[in-house]
């Protein structure tokens, strides 16, 4: 079938009628191929491992039923439950910052008049987010050395002499929260900023005519308007900060295990899978970390109207 331009061709179109189908015009099988694709790679890297991990979850070594043995397994495991709350400290710490520091950031940035301004503050704070996840951690480690960082004053300052003062594990929440906050930030800052462009220009015209100063359209406007981006960050954050591993993995390895090798779930997971040969208990503890997740990411969905009409 031939097209000129978006327009398909009287010919064309006959040929195809007379072959008993619709003619179908060139993007939207562009459309289907593209899509296709995904859903290949969806299936052989995203359902296909899920549904393999189900069934270890839940079989023994040998393959036979074994109900919920493996999941009171890892959970009896005196690893297990500081692992989550380390998790879950972390995650908290994360979250909080993202929602008040990343909103605040993208309503200032989106007040800012001077357009070059505007784009340079956009660019600095997305910068950090092109490093990957291991390259950043790299960076930190020395960051965190006060006797290398380009902040060691203020480390000292703190109380902080040695690399080794710095990471000891009390610290490592609000760490791992200033490495993740420092890499991802800038994007959602950036994705922010397009939402806060979305809203009618008239309905803040409006509001500024009725006397509103900045801080008041930003409560009682922009936020609101904002509410489901906020619930939609917080969503995906949660999704990547539960499989926090590159982190406290690089960590352990550069401190001569003062950060332990199972600090996260997921180390935890690997612990399971690689030293121990156990994929089932590692199946389990994946299976754990996706149904929290889910309970989580419903709250945040059911709370931020995520899916409701405006």
């Known amino acids: 079938m031939t097209m000129v331009g978006n327009t398909v061709r009287p010919a064309a179109v006959a040929e195809e009628r007379e072959a008993g189908r619709p003619p179908v015009p060139r993007s939207n099988a562009m459309s289907y191929g593209l899509i296709s694709v995904y859903v290949v790679l969806a299936l052989a890297f995203g359902i296909v491992p899920a549904v393999y991990a189900l069934y270890l979850a839940f079989t023994d070594a040998e393959g036979g039923f074994a109900g919920l043995a493996n999941f ?13 709350t380390h998790v879950a400290l972390y995650l908290i710490i994360w979250l909080v910052a993202l929602v008040v520091l990343v909103t605040l950031l993208a309503v200032v940035v989106h007040a ?27 960076l930190w480690l020395f960051v965190l050395d006060p006797t ?23 610290n490592l929440p609000v760490i791992f929260a200033v490495i993740a906050f420092w890499a991802g930030a800038g994007s959602w800052i950036v994705i922010m900023y397009g939402a806060l462009n979305n ?7 409006a509001a500024r005519v009725d006397g509103a100063n900045p801080v008041q359209i930003a409560w009682r406007i922009q936020l609101p308007m904002l509410r489901k981006w906020i619930s939609y960050m917080c969503i995906m954050s949660l999704a990547a900060g539960t499989q926090l591993f590159i982190e406290p993995q690089l960590l352990s390895q550069a401190s001569n295990a003062i950060v332990p090798n199972d600090y996260s779930l997921n180390q ?9 040969n156990d994929f089932n208990g590692a199946a389990a503890i994946s299976l754990l970390l996706l149904v929290i997740a889910l309970a989580l990411s419903a709250v945040f969905v059911t709370r931020g109207g995520l899916f409701e009409r405006d």
């Open 268 to 276: 935890l997971a690997y612990q399971y899978a690689f030293q121990q």
């Open 72 to 84: 009171a397994k890892v959970t009896g495991d005196f690893r297990f439950w500081p692992a989550v």
């Open 112 to 138: 800012i008049l001077a357009r070059w301004l505007s784009r340079t503050l956009r660019f600095v704070f997305y910068l950090p987010g092109a490093l990957a996840g291991a390259s950043s951690v790299l």
């Open 148 to 170: 290398a960082s380009p902040v060691g004053g203020l480390l000292r300052l703190l109380g902080f002499e040695s690399f080794v003062q710095v990471i000891v594990p009390g």
């Open 199 to 205: 809203i009618s220009a008239e309905v803040i015209d």
